[in-house]
Antibody
């Protein structure tokens, strides 16, 4: 059974940093691209960042470029999102999602809440 | 990337059919056959319902179907059931390792 379990969310002041993790199991981690998707309170889903299966290719939404860094450790089956210079508009539930055989997200974690406020 | 356009809400009675549209551009929906749909109940993670425009993953009832014409994709739910009440999101691959989501549609089963 595929499982994605996010952790690392919490409260942080504007300008602060946080690192999210997503522990994966139930599939060959190193064979699939992964994605971070966020959802602000009462809002829709937003693609934040993506990383290829070997980590060699990454993508960032314009809203987080130069502030967030996505990475993965295929030896630990874990995906990361290092978030810096956090803003109130970054407050959201952050989901990690596995990219399927083509361009879709077939499994999602339960999400971790990031609160940015003073 | 601009978000794909979905109606804010749709509704239908049990047993009826509803269709949710998802309009993009030739750079996303119209340019690729990589539209997917997700169902999200309140407080839950999204659930994968349709991929590659019209394919259903195993376990998704055949009451759910997808299609595309030009820059607009659609999700049709037939034989509406109470448990179908949820938010629905479309997404499309947009090239160069980028994806764009729709704003979401709230489905109410009357």
């Amino acid at each position: 059974e595929v499982q994605l379990v996010e952790s690392g969310g919490g409260w942080v002041q504007p300008g602060g940093s946080l690192r999210l993790s997503c522990a994966a199991s139930g599939f060959t981690f190193s064979s699939y691209a992964l994605h971070w998707v966020r959802q602000a309170p009462g809002k829709g889903l937003e693609s934040v960042s993506a990383i290829s299966s070997n980590g060699g290719s990454t993508y960032y939404a314009n809203s987080v470029k130069d502030r967030f860094i996505i990475s993965r450790d295929n030896s630990k089956n874990t995906l990361y999102l290092q978030m810096g210079s956090l803003r109130t508009e970054d407050m959201a539930v952050y989901y990690c999602a596995k990219v399927g055989e083509s361009f879709y997200f077939d499994y999602w974690g339960q999400g971790t809440l990031v609160t940015v406020s003073s | 990337q601009s978000a794909l356009t979905q109606p804010r809400s749709v509704s239908g009675s049990p047993g009826q059919s509803v269709t949710i549209s998802c309009t993009g551009t030739s750079s996303d929906v119209g340019g690729y056959n990589y539209v997917s749909w997700y169902q999200q109940h309140p407080g839950k993670a999204p659930k994968f319902m349709i991929y590659d425009v019209s394919k259903r993953p195993s376990g998704v009832p055949d009451r759910f179907s997808g299609s595309k014409s030009g820059n607009t994709a659609s999700l049709t739910i037939s034989g509406l059931q109470a448990e179908d009440e949820a938010d629905y999101y479309c997404t499309s691959y947009a090239g160069s390792n980028t994806w764009v989501f729709g704003g979401g549609t709230k489905l109410t089963v009357l």
